[in-house]
């Protein structure tokens, strides 16, 4: 028997409590168009969380949505129960999400350690250090400025960069973009330690195998809508996932 | 001597001229928009060294950061009344919302002030050291020069300290390379965009105090500040600080020495060397770099950007 | 003010019976780069209708004309609404070329201190110039040059626009006239802040004086800096240097031995009757008059003067100023039947001790046609 209380089941109702993200009904519309419609996704702490799609699917998006870069037309988004979607990006920042955008974005006239200072508000100098510790490669670079850097590295230093607020939910956008399949280990094969760290993920994935590998949960969005969502072993295995994204 | 005097005179003009194109380049980095009312921020600083000089009469040395902050919060308000409710339109709605300012500003400092020239009291005093009277005219020093180089040098060395090693200073840089992730790594863009016009107008007026004791003012100056910023923003690289000064500093050189080779080199002649075609030939030379160069001579950040 | 004074007296007894109220409109560059000048114009023209003869009564509005055309064409066919006796037109060149058309179309005389050659040769009966033309004041300065100073190998430094372009024309023709070629010439734009390349050019160029026509800014910084470099050569300015503002600003010391042009100089008070009209600005406006203030002043006065004897309609002043002869502060004003009334010019020399300076020479252009 089911436990419906303010017409929501309990069971929901208990994870919405306990969700440190928690997403109903989303729509975004860029002009006429809509881009996100009746998304719902929920993350719990120390979760990771990969979004599979196909280009074009809306998993940018809803990365944006989340962080307020761009407006919902409708839906609900709540960081720790509390609704922040009428907040500025920053304010939503400040509160513990942190944001790697696709395409890395690096502040480029910014040296490396200058990148990652201008995102902390807190004990500067000792999250320097633990991103040099977690990304050796940026430590040797730390004075030469965003632009100077290769691909890889600029990607390193953005996935630094959105951690050094220690935020509770880290949003990465599509962090094997334009890199090479050892470089994609190199920064998705963070992912896990991250999590361990007690941040939670929701990692944005064209590389369906490599984000399920690192991740509990998976969402697959299709033109905009949730089509599939479980554990990551499950839809790993499920035809339909493989299908789309796995190549058979 | 002549030359060593020369180099002088251009050396304290083209520090004012930096601090006017510093300004400009400042709010041009955290906006994306020119703005048009600078070189009438630079009058309007003029005319508030006068107006602080008539209340306290002390040497402008003290005034300048009473001034400075009086034109940090009329940044506050042109930021406030022509970009921040025009930020989402295209740039050019913010072009012609400062132009208004400028034109507002013209007028005002015409009803209240009258056409009249009218001159800033001495940074420190108006004395003038002379070395070596005899030897080819000699060098004259004045103490007002001196001071505006050495006013401005600490003004940029004071901006360079901001900008690479206050947390602040790295974020307003952060915020004008990229202000939709500044923001979305926590930086609140508006302020600092609203701090930005506030620091860049601050150096306008502070250049408005030097430029007006040696060069006067008048509320129609305006126009030709503008023109001396853009040039030196076109040349130096477009975004870039340290272009900026490096194209105030050429346009000193193209105003004050290179007209007057033909006084030190007397085989140099012709229209080429009259003040107008020292303007023709700066003017020619802005075009060649920027066909050779076109992200100007300090343009790598840019470059790489695109 | 005491001569003033009297003269209204006797005219309150002349011309009881033409007891007249006129309007008198003013319309004058109040903004842009005209800006003093026109202020002096309007200055002049107020303390005029402000004290008219007696029996007269004069209304009037002032407008600024900024520094287009079009506002100017547009404030007169405002004005010639009011039936405007007489319009005060603003001293600048182009407004007062577009203007014309408009008033022979209304019948409008304009009294204007333009020194635009132009305007006075367009066959227009209506336009009536107060001020000497740019022959006038650069003969003047040529000759005090020549004549006084012992120039032989002037640096002619003029300015790019076109105030200084006119002037610029009529010194050099002026010096080959007494066989004269400069050693240098440079035209500054009225933005060049450091005048230390065109002294150190003009001295390299071996001039024995310098003969300038300079706006009173670039005036200004041309003395501060050759004052700085000790250049000690003589200079005779253009009456861009007479602008008292303009002088205010400059220590008395660099002014030392400076000459320059100027319509007339009341701050000099040569006359009782001048020293009057200087003590009436000072009162009324707090600021020292220059030439252009008290052209102004006597060319509105000629014209109320005239409708104090009669000349109430617009048809009977034209006739009345076009050949007419009036005795000015300044100078006698009187047609040359184009509408060129004024044909004096002064020189100002500087003490080095005081700011005022003393009118040293009185040139009447004989060759005024």
Redesign the interface.
């Known amino acids: 028997m089911e436990i419906v209380l303010d017409g929501l089941p309990l069971a929901r109702r208990l994870t919405r409590a306990s969700a440190l993200l928690d997403i109903t009904g989303l729509e975004v519309r860029y002009g006429g168009i809509a881009a996100l419609r009746g998304v719902a996704i929920s993350i719990l702490p120390g979760q990771g969380v990969a979004l599979l799609g196909a280009n074009g699917a809306g998993k940018s998006t809803l990365m944006k949505a989340i ?3 761009v407006r919902a037309a409708a839906g609900e988004i709540r960081f720790d129960a509390v609704p922040i979607g009428s907040l ?3 304010r939503r ?2 509160r513990g999400i ?2 790697c ?1 696709e395409g890395r ?1 690096v ?4 040296t490396v350690a ?2 990652l ?3 902390c ?1 807190g004990d ?1 100098a000792r999250k320097t250090d633990e991103m040099f510790a977690l990304f050796p490669a940026l430590a040797a670079r730390r004075a030469s ?1 965003a ?2 850097l290769s691909g890889g590295q600029q990607q390193m230093l953005a996935v630094g ?2 951690l ?2 220690a935020p509770r939910l880290l949003l990465l956008d599509e962090p094997s973009l334009g890199l090479s399949p050892l470089l994609t280990d190199e920064v998705i094969g963070r992912v896990p330690e991250i999590v361990a760290g007690g941040t939670s993920v929701l990692l944005a994935e064209q590389n369906a195998a490599k984000a399920l590998s690192v991740c509990d949960v998976a969402y697959v969005l299709k033109t905009g809508v949730v089509t599939a969502h479980g554990p990551a072993a499950a839809l790993a295995a499920s035809d339909d996932v493989r299908a789309a994204f796995l190549g058979g | 001597m ?1 030359a060593l ?2 180099l002088f ?2 050396l304290a ?1 083209g520090a004012a001229y930096a601090l006017v194109a510093l300004g400009f380049v400042l709010i041009l980095n955290a906006t994306g928009a020119v703005n048009f009312a600078q070189g009438d921020l630079v009058m309007a600083g003029g005319y508030g060294g006068l107006v602080l000089a008539r209340m306290l009469p002390v040497p402008g040395v003290v005034l300048l950061p009473l001034l400075m902050a009086g034109m940090a919060a009329l940044g506050l308000m042109v930021a406030l009344v022509a970009y921040f409710p025009l930020r989402r339109r295209p740039p050019e709605a913010v072009f012609i919302s400062t132009i208004a300012i400028g034109i507002i500003l ?2 005002g400092t ?1 009803i209240l002030f ?6 800033t009291p001495a940074l420190l005093g108006d004395g ?1 050291f002379r070395w070596l ?1 005899g030897v080819g ?2 060098l ?1 020093v ?1 103490a007002q020069s001196v001071a505006i180089i050495v006013v401005a040098a600490l003004l940029i060395a004071g901006l360079h300290l901001l900008f690479s090693r206050t ?1 602040f200073g ?2 307003l ?2 915020t004008a ?2 202000r ?10 508006d302020a600092m965009v609203a701090a930005t016009f506030a620091v860049g107008v601050a150096l306008a007026g502070a250049a408005g105090l030097l ?1 007006a004791r ?3 003012v ?3 100056d305006g126009g ?1 500040y503008m ?1 001396k910023a853009y040039i030196a923003v076109t040349i130096g690289g477009w975004g870039s600080i340290p272009g900026a000064v490096a194209g105030a500093a050429l346009i000193a050189l193209f ?3 290179f ?2 080779l ?3 080199v ?1 085989a140099l002649g012709g229209p080429a060397f ?3 075609g020292a ?1 023709i030939v700066l003017d020619a030379l802005i075009l060649v770099i920027l066909v050779a160069r076109p992200q100007g001579l300090f343009g ?2 840019s470059k ?2 695109a | 003010m005491k001569r003033i004074a009297a003269c209204l007296l006797l005219t309150a007894a002349a011309s009881a019976a033409h007891a007249a109220s006129v309007t008198l409109p003013v319309l004058v560059p ?4 005209l ?2 000048e ?2 002096s114009q309007r200055n002049g023209a107020i303390l005029a209708l402000s004290t008219p003869p007696a029996g007269v009564t004069a209304k009037y509005d002032v407008s600024d004309t900024g520094v287009s055309p079009e506002v100017a064409v547009n404030a007169l066919e405002r004005a010639a609404g009011d039936k405007p006796i007489a319009v005060v037109a603003p001293m600048l060149g182009t407004q007062m070329l577009a203007m014309l058309p408009v008033a022979m179309e209304q019948k409008i005389p304009l009294l204007t201190i333009s020194g635009t050659a132009a305007i006075t040769r367009q066959g227009n009966p209506y336009i009536f110039r107060f001020f000497p033309d740019d022959a006038t004041t650069k003969i003047a300065q040529v000759r005090f040059a020549l004549e006084n100073k012992g120039v032989k190998k002037p640096a002619v430094i003029y300015q ?1 626009t076109a105030y200084g372009q006119s002037g610029h024309a009529e010194i050099v023709n002026a010096l080959k006239k007494a066989g004269i070629v400069p050693v240098y010439e ?4 009225v ?4 005048m ?3 002294l ?2 003009a ?2 160029a071996g001039a024995d004086s310098l003969i300038v026509h300079l706006h ?2 670039p005036s ?2 041309l003395l ?1 800096a050759a004052a ?3 250049l000690g050569l003589p200079i005779i300015a253009g009456s861009g240097l007479s ?1 008292p ?2 002088i205010n ?1 400059l220590e008395p010391a660099e002014l030392a031995g400076v000459c320059a042009e100027t319509s007339s100089s009341p701050v000099s008070a040569e006359s009782p009757a001048m020293q009057g009209f200087l003590d009436a600005y000072r009162r009324k406006f707090n600021a020292d008059p220059d030439g252009f203030a008290l052209a102004q002043y006597d060319g509105t006065m000629m014209a109320l003067e005239a409708v104090a004897k009669g000349a109430t309609t617009p048809a009977a002043l034209t006739q009345a100023l076009s050949s007419g002869s009036y005795a000015g502060l300044a100078m006698t004003y009187k047609s040359n039947g184009r509408g060129d009334m004024a044909h004096s010019a002064v020189i100002i020399c500087y003490d080095g001790k005081s700011r005022i300076p003393k009118v040293v020479a009185h040139y009447t252009n004989a060759a005024a046609d």
Do not use: H
């Not at chain 1, 502040?107 to 910014?110: A, I, N, Q």
């Not at chain 3, 440079?186 to 734009?189: S, T």
């Open positions: 962080i307020g870069l500025r990006p920053d920042a400040r942190g944001y955008p974005r502040f480029p006239g910014l200058e990148n200072a201008v995102a508000w500067v400025p632009w100077q960069r959105s050094m607020n | 002549l005097q020369l005179n251009a003009l013209q007028n015409n009258g056409p009249e020239l009218a001159r003038e009277d005219g000699g004259v004045s947390q790295r974020r840089r952060a390379q990229d939709e992730v500044a923001s979305a790594i926590g930086i609140p863009v430029l040696g060069f006067f008048t509320p129609n030709n023109l105003e004050v020495v007209p007057a033909p006084a030190l007397p009259s003040q107008n303007t790598e950040a790489a950007r | 109040l903004t842009g780069f800006a003093v026109g202020a790019t440079e035209a500054l734009d933005a060049v802040k450091d230390a390349p065109v150190a050019k001295r390299a009173g800014g200004a910084l501060k700085a470099s000790g602008q503002s303009t600003l």
